[in-house]
């Protein structure tokens, strides 16, 4: 019984930190954005887009998070 106790556990703990291991590798320090939950974006996926209307960026504030949703 402890044995299969100690399996779903487990298989809990395993499910448990796959859903919260990606949303805790992007940081997002944007105060009113909807996907921001403790400074961790917690968005299905991402979206950043050059803003220098090409395909290329070449610094950082060239770029743009478009998944950013207004709380």
Do not use: P, Q
Request: charged share 25%.
């Amino acid at each position: 019984m402890y044995i299969i106790m100690l399996f779903i556990y487990t298989i809990l703990e395993v499910i448990y930190m796959s859903k919260n291991t990606l949303k805790n590798k992007v940081k997002c320090s944007v105060e009113n954005c909807s996907y921001n939950e403790e400074r961790a974006c917690s968005a299905e996926a991402l979206e950043v887009n050059s803003m220098t209307g090409k395909d290329k960026a070449h610094i950082s504030d060239e770029t743009c998070c478009t998944t950013f949703k207004d709380k």
